[in-house]
């Protein structure tokens, strides 16, 4: 009697097991199948997708890696409820169970969020594009690219920076590239007894003939202090964002050179010094923009 009974059950699991792999198994390798070709298939549309924007022209290149992501996570998502389609999951309760669970890991992972709603506001506002370089948080490097999470930058002695966006959101950005020209300024003391018109003509001519340096907003120069030391004139130019690092490196030596040249003696430099405006310069009032327009 329990021989005969033990082997119904037994027949009874080959049955099951049997009909469970009849069905469930093709099934299975089907959503497999899917879900190999759908990676292919979303790596190969992402690549489709920024190579078209890069073509088109007119799409930034700051947005195009978050086109490619974004059309590679609506395939991956599209492709994932085909696989569970198949295997017989309802994606209707799933969606309302993902969406609790979705709730809870949201909470979890709140730096993360932040980090993708900063990426949207960046690439919304663009504060910087693609090859600027950019100051923030202690950090600064050149912009090689701007994710949903993440900004690549690289700094200028060519270290790879990884940057979180919500550390560049919030807080205040520098941006030095994205105006047209940069102010340099350049404090020279010559002895008190100097004729300040030929010295002044003097370094206006050594600006102009560098074809680096902007003619607007012209070059200036002025009387900005009378020290013991002697006459501090400053020498005020604008130059673009490419030239201006090559510019502060020989901006003095050039000035030194152009003032000795002469063979004066009463023009002779006795310091030289690159400066930054101070906040209350009167010359701060006139805008980069302004002083282009003119």
Known sequence: ????????????????????TVNFLPRLIAAVAILLVGAMVARWAS?????????????????????????????????????????GIQTASLFAV???????????????????????????????RIGDYIEVNGMSGTVREI?????????????FLFAPNAAIWNNPLKNHTRNAGRLISLDITIPSKAEIGRARDILLAM????????????????????TGAGLVLNLRIWASHEAVGE???????????????????????QQLVRVIPADSDPSRLMPATQAHAD
């Open 207 to 226: 600006a102009r003939s560098d074809s680096r340096i902007l003619a607007k907003p012209q070059p200036r120069v002025f009387v900005e202090s009378v």
């Open 147 to 159: 994710g949903l999470f993440v900004c690549h930058l690289e700094t200028f002695d060519g270290i």
């Open 47 to 87: 690549r489709a997708a920024i190579e078209v924007a890069r073509r088109a022209g007119h799409v930034d290149i700051t947005v195009q890696p978050v086109l490619g992501a974004m059309v590679r996570y609506a395939v991956l998502i599209l492709v994932a409820i085909a696989a569970l389609s198949q295997v």
């Open 247 to 269: 510019i502060q490196r020989t901006i003095i030596e050039r000035a030194k050179h152009a003032l000795e040249v002469v063979g004066i003696e009463t023009l002779q430099p």
């Open 1 to 20: 009697m329990d021989l005969t009974f033990d082997q119904q059950h037994l027949d009874r699991l080959t049955d099951l097991g049997w009909s469970w």
């Open 98 to 128: 993902l969406g609790a669970a979705g709730l809870a890991i949201g909470l979890a992972l709140q730096g993360t969020l932040s980090n993708i709603a900063a990426g949207i506001m960046l690439l919304w506002l663009r504060p910087f």
